[in-house]
Antibody, heavy 125, light 108 residues
C-alpha cells in the first residue's frame, strides 16, 4: 500500500523560504505512470495546486507561484521536496503531497489518486 | 476566482440524490479528463471519480461522474450523513492543473 508523508517546519518567518519533503513508502517514486505533486489549502479555503514533478526531474508549476517555487526529486531516497521562497502570511496553509497520475500517451496529468495526510505551515514572526 | 466553477453549497435529505456541477472551458474540461475529490472535515482529500466517470476501488457506486462538453457533474445517490463534506473537481489545463472552488454538501 503506497503511502505519502509530508515533513518539515510548522512555522516559517515572513520573507524566508518554506521547505517541505514528501517521503514515498510502499512503492517507487521512479514510476513512469506518475508525477508527484504539491497542493495547499489555506484555512477555510479551497485547494490550490502548486506543482508536480516526474522522477526524471521534469516539472509543471502553477504560473501564479512559479517565480517562488522549486520542486525537486531524490529517487535514491524516494522523496520529493518543495521550496517556496519569500513567504508571507498568505502562504499559511495545510500543504499536501500527492501522487499524480500521468497519461503518458496523452502527455497530460490526470487525477491525484493518493494523498498524504497534510502538514500545517504557519507564516509568522 | 477558480478556473473551474462549482456551486458553493448544495443540500439534500438523507436517502435523496444530489448533483454537483463543475463548469469549465475547452482548455480544461472540454478536452481533458475530470476528477472529483471528497474532503471530510479535518482530513485530506480523497479521490472519488477519475477519468470523468471511473471509480477507484472501494468507492461505492452511489457516487457517479459524467461529462458533457465543458461541464462535469458529480452525482451522489442514497445520501448518508457521512457524505457531508467538501467536494472538489479538477482537470488538466494547458500544462497546469486546476481545481474548482469546492462545494459544501449538507445532508439535512
Amino acid at each position: 500500500q503506497l503511502q505519502l508523508q509530508e515533513s518539515g517546519p510548522g512555522l516559517v518567518k515572513p520573507s524566508e523560504t518554506l521547505s517541505l519533503t514528501c517521503t514515498v513508502s510502499g512503492g517507487s517514486i521512479s514510476s513512469s505512470d506518475h508525477f508527484w505533486g504539491w497542493i495547499r489549502q489555506p484555512p477555510g479555503k479551497g485547494l490550490e495546486w502548486i506543482g508536480s514533478i516526474y522522477y526524471s526531474g521534469s516539472t509543471y508549476y502553477n504560473l501564479s507561484l512559479k517565480s517562488r517555487v522549486t520542486i525537486s526529486v531524490d529517487t535514491s531516497k524516494n522523496q520529493f521536496s518543495l521550496k517556496l521562497s519569500s513567504v508571507t502570511a498568505a502562504d499559511t496553509a495545510v500543504y499536501y503531497c500527492a501522487r499524480h497520475v500521468y497519461l503518458l500517451w496523452f502527455g497530460e496529468l490526470s487525477a491525484f489518486d493518493i494523498w498524504g495526510q497534510g502538514t500545517m505551515v504557519t507564516v509568522s514572526s | 476566482q477558480s478556473v473551474l466553477t462549482q456551486p458553493p453549497s448544495v443540500s439534500a435529505a438523507p436517502g435523496q440524490k444530489v448533483t454537483i456541477s463543475c463548469s469549465g472551458s475547452s482548455s480544461n474540461i472540454g478536452n481533458n479528463y475530470v476528477s472529483w475529490y471528497q474532503q471530510l472535515p479535518g482530513t485530506a482529500p480523497k479521490l472519488l471519480i477519475y477519468d470523468n466517470n471511473k471509480r477507484p476501488s472501494g468507492i461505492p457506486d452511489r457516487f457517479s461522474g459524467s461529462k458533457s462538453g465543458t461541464s462535469a457533474t458529480l452525482g451522489i445517490t442514497g445520501l448518508q450523513t457521512g457524505d457531508e463534506a467538501d467536494y472538489y473537481c479538477g482537470s488538466w489545463d494547458s500544462n497546469s492543473w486546476v481545481f474548482g472552488g469546492g462545494t459544501k454538501l449538507t445532508v439535512l
